[in-house]
């Protein structure tokens, strides 16, 4: 097994997370096609592999855990919910959750054209029928979708505004934050609604991360 093969199994052992050996070679197979466009698509800024797959991979492998537990509060368990994942650039992490989910079908919006045919280029190689990569400002998308998902987005509001006609009545927001962001839920307007903040801990990062979880109201 190589050595990022082994950091990833190590990592999603530690997150608790249950995936097949075919989800870990996507994976795999993901962060391969990340490092070799990168420097086509301008997708990250981060080089290194093994940085790669702590900074970007585990990170959103560390929200599996909570969407899955989301979804299965859902009807039919969240059979064939839609997720929306704003911002998505090189798919992080909305490729990351069509791999772990695919039961949910997962759009990445991109206003750079190059990145959403990545996403495209991925479900194709990747054989993920469930990712759909589009080319839009979120702003003119109307959904519904369950859940609307970003990280390394924008602040909570912008999140928030941007996505509004996108959202199911009962849906709802899932922010990938660093630090638990105080001052950008204090600045939320009074139709929005968080119910949980969530930390959660990416192995072999020593950072803080959370999850911002909102609803409309
Ligand atoms: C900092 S990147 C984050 C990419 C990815 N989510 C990650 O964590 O690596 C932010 C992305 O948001 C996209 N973006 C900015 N404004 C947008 C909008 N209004 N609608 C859709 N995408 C937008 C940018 O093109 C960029 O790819």
Redesign the pocket.
């Known amino acids: 097994m190589s050595d990022l093969a082994t950091s990833l199994r190590a990592g999603t052992q530690a997150l608790g997370l249950e995936l097949t050996d075919a989800q870990h070679q996507q994976l795999l197979d993901f962060l391969e096609l990340l490092r070799k466009w990168n420097k086509v698509y301008n997708?990250?800024a981060v080089r290194d592999p093994q940085e790669m797959l702590t900074h970007?991979l585990l990170?959103?492998l560390a929200a599996v855990a909570p969407l899955r537990r989301h979804l299965s509060g859902l009807a039919g368990q969240g059979a064939g919910a839609r997720l929306l994942?704003?911002?998505?650039?090189?798919?992080?992490?909305?490729v990351v959750f069509a791999i772990c989910c695919p039961g949910v079908q997962v759009h990445c919006?991109?206003?750079?054209a190059k990145?959403a045919a990545f996403i495209q280029q991925v479900a194709a190689t990747l054989q993920l029928p469930n990712l759909r990569g589009i080319h839009?400002?979120?702003?003119s998308l109307q959904g519904p979708y369950d859940v609307v998902s970003?990280?390394?987005?924008?602040s909570l509001s912008d999140f928030i505004g941007?996505s509004r006609a996108a959202i199911a009545v009962d849906g709802v927001w899932l922010a990938?934050k660093g630090k638990h962001p105080q001052e950008e839920i204090d600045a939320l307007p009074a139709d929005v609604q968080v119910f949980h903040v969530e930390q959660l801990n990416v192995p072999g990062l020593q950072a803080e991360r959370c999850i911002v979880w909102l609803r409309p109201v």
């Open positions: 997708l990250t970007h990170d959103s994942d704003v911002g998505s650039g090189g798919g992080l992490p909305g919006v991109d206003t750079v990145k839009a400002r979120v702003e970003c990280r390394a987005f924008a941007g990938m």
